[in-house]
């Protein structure tokens, strides 16, 4: 059984850092992309950025590009989100995922098989 578990949220002054990482346990895959989903009070859950297993290319939605930096590290069976340069509007739950079937493009993410709790990340002005 898969299961993820994420860390590192919390609150933060605009302009400041955090480092989201997500925990997986059962998880043997490695032909898929995992990554990070956040959604935010009224707001449709949004890919924020996806790396693909086998390869490692890192896709991003366009609004966090050049703030915010994913990884991973295979042999933990972790990967983490680097979030630089907070701003308000990246206050939101965020989720980490894993088996996604899809990585790129404009949804970043897709058709992903499993998800963690989310951990709240909260940018104050």
């Known amino acids: 059984q898969v299961q993820l578990v994420e860390s590192g949220g919390g609150s933060v002054q605009a302009g400041g850092s955090l480092r989201l990482s997500c925990a997986a346990s059962?998880?043997?895959?490695?032909?898929?992309?995992m990554g990070w989903f956040r959604q935010a009070p009224g707001k449709e859950r949004e890919g924020v950025a996806g790396?693909?297993?086998?390869?490692?290319?890192?896709y991003y939605t366009d609004s966090v590009k050049g703030r915010f930096t994913i990884s991973q590290d295979n042999a933990k069976n972790m990967w983490y989100l680097q979030m630089n340069s907070l701003k308000p509007e990246d206050t939101a739950m965020y989720y980490c995922?894993?088996?996604?079937?899809?990585?790129?493009?404009?949804?970043?993410?897709?058709?992903?098989?499993?998800w963690g709790q989310g951990t709240q990340v909260t940018v104050s002005s």
């Open positions: 059962g998880y043997t895959y490695s032909s898929y992309c």
């Open positions: 995922a894993a088996v996604c079937r899809y990585c790129g493009g404009e949804q970043v993410l897709r058709l992903c098989d499993y």
């Open positions: 790396i693909a297993t086998r390869g490692g290319n890192t």
